[in-house]
């Protein structure tokens, strides 16, 4: 269905351009964007990991305890316990948006 929307949207003859680009491609078109993610300490692997920390906000609202969270994230992420508090520390930090 999702595909279907795609092809709907882009038209066919564009999302065939889009599945034949290379990866230089990609990034020349998002130069701007991903220059400023990276100014901001953004990384590209923190994509894998968004709902990991939604759900960390979401059983810490529940008043769960952050041991516990994350040890129950760890196990369903298949990452170490360490992992999951460097990412929770990362994505509460201020975007560093003037950095030399």
Known sequence: MAFY???KVIGFANLRNLLDMKI???????RE??????????????T???DLYTEYRRM?????????IV??????????ERKVYALIK????DCNLFAV
């Open 5 to 7: 929307c795609i092809i």
């Open 24 to 30: 230089i491609e990609i990034v020349k078109i998002n």
């Open 33 to 46: 964007l991903l220059r400023n993610l990276h100014i901001a300490g953004v990384r590209l692997d923190d």
């Open 48 to 50: 894998n990991y968004i």
């Open 60 to 68: 810490l609202s529940k008043r769960e305890k952050v041991s516990y």
């Open 71 to 80: 040890a129950a994230l760890a196990v369903k992420y298949a990452i170490s």
């Open 90 to 93: 990362r994505f509460q930090t």
